[in-house]
């Protein structure tokens, strides 16, 4: 029982700290530079009408893209490569929703679907060909179409 009670509060000193502690979705301007810090991934950004597409791709040949909105907040994230890259690290707070939706049996697909009012996350891949996208739907600048996030 003890040792319940102090997992328990270690995760919620975990989530309280969480939004500070890493980049992810939903998270600040600085997140994109430590992202490129954790992939050790090289970067090219590209403005759009209305957002920014921050590119990462790391050594393993992984791109991770990050899109941010007029003030630097992550509203989407996808990945596609041979490997897949640290989900933790990518979504954040919304890594455990994720985790969640991969308890429940999915009768042998690749896919991992979470699609919820205020969080989407899509997630397919086998060995060698990950590919996967998640996006806050309520965050998306306007004009910005789910069909962008790639």
């Given at each position: 029982?003890?040792?319940?009670?102090?997992?328990?509060?270690?995760?919620?000193?975990?989530?309280?700290?969480?939004?500070?502690?890493?980049?992810?979705?939903?998270?600040?301007?600085?997140s994109v530079d430590a992202d490129q810090l954790h992939f050790k991934s090289e970067r090219r950004d590209?403005?759009?009408s209305g957002y920014q597409t921050h590119e990462?791709?790391?050594?393993?040949?992984?791109?991770?893209?990050?899109?941010?909105d007029a003030t630097g907040h992550v509203f989407a994230v996808s990945w596609r490569g041979s490997h897949l890259p640290d989900l933790r690290q990518l979504l954040g707070v919304?890594?455990?929703?994720?985790?969640?939706a991969a308890q429940v049996p999915h009768g042998g697909h690749t896919?991992?679907?979470?699609h919820d009012n205020d969080l989407v996350i899509e997630s397919t891949g086998r060995m060698?060909?990950?590919?996967?996208?998640?996006?806050?739907?309520?965050?998306?600048?306007i004009g910005v179409a789910q069909d962008a996030i790639h």
């Open positions: 029982m003890r040792t319940r009670i102090q997992h328990t509060l270690t995760m919620l000193i975990c989530l309280a700290y969480a939004p500070w502690s890493m980049a992810a979705l939903g998270a600040g301007p600085d590209s403005v759009q990462l791709t790391s050594p393993t040949g992984t791109v991770v893209r990050e899109y941010t919304s890594y455990m929703r994720f985790t969640a896919a991992l679907l979470v060698r060909s990950f590919a996967g996208r998640a996006y806050l739907p309520g965050a998306m600048p």
